[in-house]
């Protein structure tokens, strides 16, 4: 007997990864459905998205507005703003998920593992003590127990709480 794992919400990367143009990360925060392309904030040089292939639920990325693989491109205001928004993406995960633990990082280049190597972008990614999404122990199967959905509302909300406490003065 043959086992399956269903994921048929990625149909649209496989069937649309060699048909995408332009880059998500200048063209989704302008888009007027932040929540049909996940982006969750957006601050004055950069923003928060959900990652559409996420790793565990509640993946995040903050990019800049700038488009650049450079980090040596970047404002030193543009910088603080990212750290600034990795912070919050930590305290809004942390809030939602109740993880152990994250992985914050950048991949810069494509041999260092950036899918998008031309624009910069951090990620941040909840981590459980002993989950195995990180490093599939299945071939390169990863089990996401919510959709992006229902995660950006989960998200949104509390993002949404936090602004009405003043907690994003500082953002």
């Known amino acids: 007997m043959t086992e399956r794992l269903w994921a048929p919400w990625r149909l649209a990367y496989v069937a649309n990864a060699k048909k995408q143009t332009g880059c998500i990360f200048c ?66 995960l942390k809030e939602a998920y109740h993880p152990d633990g ?24 909840p981590r459980w003590n002993g989950d195995t999404n990180f490093m599939p122990v299945l071939s390169d199967v990863r089990v996401i127990p919510q959709g992006l959905c229902e995660t950006y509302d989960q998200l949104r909300k509390i993002l949404d709480q936090f602004e009405s406490e003043g907690q994003l003065n500082d953002v």
């Not at 063209?27 to 601050?43: A, H, M, T, W």
């Not at 031309?118 to 941040?124: A, K, L, M, N």
């Open 27 to 92: 063209d989704k925060p302008s888009d007027e459905d932040q929540r049909s392309v996940y982006v969750l904030y957006q601050g004055r040089d950069a923003f928060v998205m959900l990652n559409a292939f996420p790793y565990s639920n509640g993946h995040l990325m903050v990019a800049p507005r700038l488009h650049t693989a450079d980090l040596n491109d970047l404002s030193c205001e543009c910088m603080t703003e990212i750290m600034k928004l990795v912070r919050l993406c930590v305290n809004v």
């Open 102 to 125: 994250f992985n914050i990082g950048v991949n810069l280049g494509a041999s260092a593992g950036a899918g998008i190597a031309d624009h910069v972008h951090f990620h941040i990614v």
